[in-house]
């Protein structure tokens, strides 16, 4: 059973436009998000996070909401560029055990 | 460049066989962490360990088995190797308190194909 969930494999996305990724979630006992960016052939790399006692946390064209009533948070970059073009991962943290969804790809197109 | 080294970048073995994969964590890190990820799968965590010691198994099979040494390498053992074993196998470390997955950096990963 996933407790994260990306239920869009894929995005596309025109370049300068918002990308929307979204991440739904059960355990309500989450308390520490991250998302994390992952180009071909290399590792994930950390892209941003959220604690439970925030809605909303912001680094530059990034920005991640939580609804925690609705178990769902989302990755906002505004404005998309080609060099976005990645699969994305929405994960659990903090004082649990981590917990990754299966991912989205994002592809922006110039 | 993340910090975080994995050995071998690929590995190609038999049913049956035993490989042990190798991480290199960030200078300074006390955590690391070990992924499997397969064919249109997410990252599942297996195992983490904290300054030598075990903090949390995943879904790790018996078969395979990590420790975490002194100067704080760590290595993932796979032992009576099956075809649905081929994956990538991804070591994380971080800097963060024992117990707290809080940012990770991923190494490259390991390719490992089972044949």
């Known amino acids: 059973d996933q407790q994260v969930k990306q239920n869009s494999p894929s995005l596309s996305v025109q370049e300068g436009r918002i990308s929307i990724l979204n991440c739904d979630y059960t355990n309500s006992m989450f308390d520490y998000f991250l998302w994390y960016k992952k180009y071909p052939a290399e590792g994930p790399t950390f892209l941003i996070s959220?604690?439970?006692?925030?809605d909303k946390n912001e680094d530059g064209r990034f920005t991640v909401f939580l609804n925690k009533s609705a178990k769902h948070l989302s990755l906002h970059i505004v404005p998309s560029q080609p060099g976005d073009s990645a699969v994305y991962f929405c994960?659990?943290?903090?004082?649990?055990?981590?917990?990754f969804g299966r991912g989205t790809s994002l592809i922006v197109h110039p | 460049d993340s910090g975080v080294t994995q050995t071998p970048k690929h590995l190609i073995t038999a049913t049956g066989q035993r490989v042990t994969l190798r991480c290199s964590p960030r200078?300074?890190?006390?955590?690391v962490y070990w992924y499997q990820q397969s064919l249109d799968q997410g990252l599942q965590f297996l195992i983490h360990?904290?300054?030598?010691?075990?903090?949390a198994k995943g879904n790790i099979l018996e078969r395979f088995s990590a420790q975490q040494f002194p100067d704080l390498h760590s290595e993932l053992n796979l032992s009576s190797l099956e075809l649905g074993d081929s994956a990538l196998y991804f070591c994380a470390s971080s800097g963060g308190t024992s117990g707290r997955a809080d940012e990770q950096f991923f190494g490259p990963g390991t390719r490992l194909t089972v044949l």
């Open positions: 200078s300074g890190d006390l955590s």
């Open positions: 994960a659990s943290g903090g004082s649990y055990i981590p917990t």
């Open positions: 959220i604690s439970s006692i925030k």
């Open positions: 360990y904290y300054n030598g010691e075990e903090r």
